[in-house]
């Protein structure tokens, strides 16, 4: 895996980013990582950039400025990043091949055996 392929955006994410980034002037990218937390162990971060730091790799997929720090790049690689609508719920998905359990809520995760060293 080459950090190009670590991320990708579908259509309906891009569409998305795009609109957050024009109302926030400050905003470079999207800055994706992951952190522990939550009751199966991690969590998704997902927020607009506005500075890429020392520690951090940048990649573009569909046209979008993606920031990830070096720490989370190993957990998201492979991840395909999706923008969904359920009813009256709309939000980001995750489709990373790296998750082994989600828990019941659906805010945090664990990974595969082996990932998380």
């Known amino acids: 895996m080459t950090i190009e392929t670590a991320i990708s955006l579908t259509d309906s994410a891009k569409q998305h980013i795009e609109t957050v980034l024009a109302k926030d002037t400050d905003g470079i990218g999207l800055r994706v990582g992951v952190k522990t937390t939550g009751c199966s162990g991690y969590q998704y971060v997902i927020e607009t950039a506005k500075a890429i730091n020392e520690e951090d790799k940048t990649i573009e997929s569909n046209g979008i400025k993606i920031i990830i720090d070096d720490q989370s790049l190993r957990y998201l690689a492979g991840t395909e990043l999706d923008f969904v609508?359920?009813?009256?719920n709309a939000?980001?998905?995750?489709?990373?091949?790296?998750?082994?359990?989600?828990?019941g809520c659906g805010e945090s995760f664990s990974l595969k055996e082996g990932m998380e060293n």
Do not use: S, W, Y
């Not at 609508?85 to 009256?88: F, M, N």
């Not at 939000?91 to 828990?103: I, L, Q, R, T, Y």
């Open 85 to 88: 609508r359920e009813g009256l």
């Open 91 to 103: 939000g980001f998905k995750f489709n990373n091949p790296n998750v082994e359990d989600a828990c």
